[in-house]
């Protein structure tokens, strides 16, 4: 089992802050805070990804709408319950941020929104095509994490991943580098009204079997690139 958890969950995003932060939790007098940061895909499409991060790494950091940062961390999840109804709740939490600089913005290789996940698959991918044939897998991985806590990552593979993953199973481990988007959708509930919500999902860009029992037969499939 891989207990090397800043390697099995390992984000960098850059982007710009497009919100106030809010004050989140506390845990043993740490203060903890959230804000947006708008990440841009090639396509000119963005996807609005929100940001945990403690009071201890803002000592030096004003969070101003429209700046500019570099943020590296862990894409995590936490339940929450409402309604006595339990919600899956993602959220990247910074390890890291630091403000980036004009001459910076301009590399046009620098990573915008990376991240790499080891983890085990938890339910038995769900595959299908679009009206249009375009294949689709929907995966949920499991993060391992300190303290015997786990991360649930709802995952999209596309393509020839797609085919690759359909027949998986629960169990099986596997380690996966793409980025992080954002999705509006509606929630349509018992009393007939319509709630749009986001959804938060890793687009898989390539994927590969690390289980040791599978080593001799390890298959990599990288797929072209999705915006």
């Known amino acids: 089992m891989n207990t090397n958890y800043s390697e099995n969950n390992h984000l960098v995003l850059i982007g710009k802050v497009v919100s106030d932060k809010s004050y989140?939790?506390?845990?043993?007098?740490?203060?903890?805070?959230?804000?947006?940061?708008?990440?841009?895909?090639l396509s000119s499409t963005v996807d609005i990804i929100?940001?945990?991060?403690?009071?201890?790494?803002?000592?030096?950091?004003e969070l101003e709408i429209g700046k500019k940062?570099?943020?590296?961390?862990?894409?995590?999840?936490?339940?929450?319950?409402?309604?006595?109804?339990?919600?899956?709740?993602?959220?990247?939490?910074?390890?890291?941020?630091?403000p980036v600089e004009e001459s910076e913005e301009e590399n046009?290789?620098?990573?915008?929104?990376?991240?790499?996940?080891?983890?085990?698959?938890?339910?038995?991918?769900?595959?299908?095509?679009?009206?249009?044939?375009?294949?689709?897998?929907?995966?949920?991985?499991?993060?391992?994490?300190?303290?015997?806590?786990?991360?649930y990552i709802p995952s999209i593979a596309w393509g020839r991943n797609?085919?690759?993953?359909?027949?998986?199973?629960v169990g099986t481990e596997v380690?996966?580098?793409g980025r992080v988007q954002s999705r509006n959708y509606e929630k349509k509930h018992e009393d007939g009204t319509v709630e749009t919500?986001?959804?938060?999902?890793?687009?898989?860009?390539?994927?590969e079997i690390t289980n040791n029992e599978e080593e001799n037969e390890e298959e990599n499939v990288n797929q072209e690139e999705v915006v």
């Not at 983890?119 to 679009?130: A, H, L, S, V």
């Open 50 to 61: 929100p940001i945990t991060v403690s009071e201890r790494l803002l000592t030096n950091i």
């Open 175 to 177: 380690k996966i580098t």
């Open 108 to 151: 046009a290789n620098e990573v915008t929104n990376e991240v790499v996940l080891i983890g085990y698959i938890c339910k038995k991918p769900i595959y299908r095509q679009t009206p249009f044939g375009r294949e689709i897998a929907d995966i949920l991985l499991a993060v391992n994490r300190a303290y015997n806590k786990s991360d």
């Open 24 to 41: 989140s939790h506390e845990i043993y007098g740490e203060k903890f805070y959230v804000f947006d940061l708008e990440v841009v895909r």
């Open 197 to 207: 919500r986001v959804a938060y999902e890793v687009s898989i860009a390539s994927m």
């Open 69 to 98: 940062l570099r943020v590296e961390g862990q894409f995590r999840s936490y339940n929450n319950y409402e309604n006595e109804r339990n919600r899956l709740i993602l959220t990247v939490f910074a390890k890291e941020i630091v």
């Open 162 to 169: 797609a085919r690759f993953c359909q027949n998986m199973e």
